[in-house]
């Protein structure tokens, strides 16, 4: 039975940082790509950022470029997403997905990838919430 398990969530002030980690069992790593999505109240689920199974493409939302960094740890399973700067507008639930094909989790982060059919691992989400 596959799992996918979102740490690091918090409360923050603005321009503050916190880490995400995702961690996936039940599958093999290194054969999954990896993204991160984000929910907001009242919004719909966006890409934030993924990453290839090999780690040699990623994509990220532009409202996050340059403020976010998305890394894998192929030895040690986990994914990471390191947010700097953060911003009021960057509070929202926040899902690790997995899926043998990139398309699905980088959905939305680049135009070769619109309208792809949802991830097929998901985990419960972390919140973050950044305060003004």
């Known amino acids: 039975q596959v799992q996918v398990v979102e740490s690091g969530g918090g409360l923050v002030q603005a321009g503050g940082s916190l880490r995400l980690s995702c961690t996936a069992s039940g599958l093999t790593f290194d054969d999954y790509a990896m993204g991160w999505f984000r929910q907001a109240p009242g919004k719909e689920r966006e890409g934030v950022s993924c990453?290839?199974?090999?780690?040699?493409?990623?994509y990220y939302l532009d409202a996050v470029k340059g403020r976010f960094t998305i890394s894998r740890d192929h030895a040690n399973n986990p994914m990471y997403l390191q947010m700097n700067n953060l911003r009021p507008e960057d509070t929202a639930m926040y899902y690790c997905?997995?899926?043998?094909?990139?398309?699905?989790?980088?959905?939305?982060?680049?135009?070769?990838?619109?309208?792809?059919?949802?991830?097929?691992?998901w985990g419960q989400g972390t919140q973050v919430t950044v305060s003004s």
């Open positions: 990453i290839s199974r090999s780690g040699n493409s990623i």
């Open positions: 997905a997995a899926d043998r094909a990139t398309i699905r989790v980088c959905s939305g982060l680049t135009p070769a990838y619109s309208g792809a059919p949802p991830a097929a691992y």
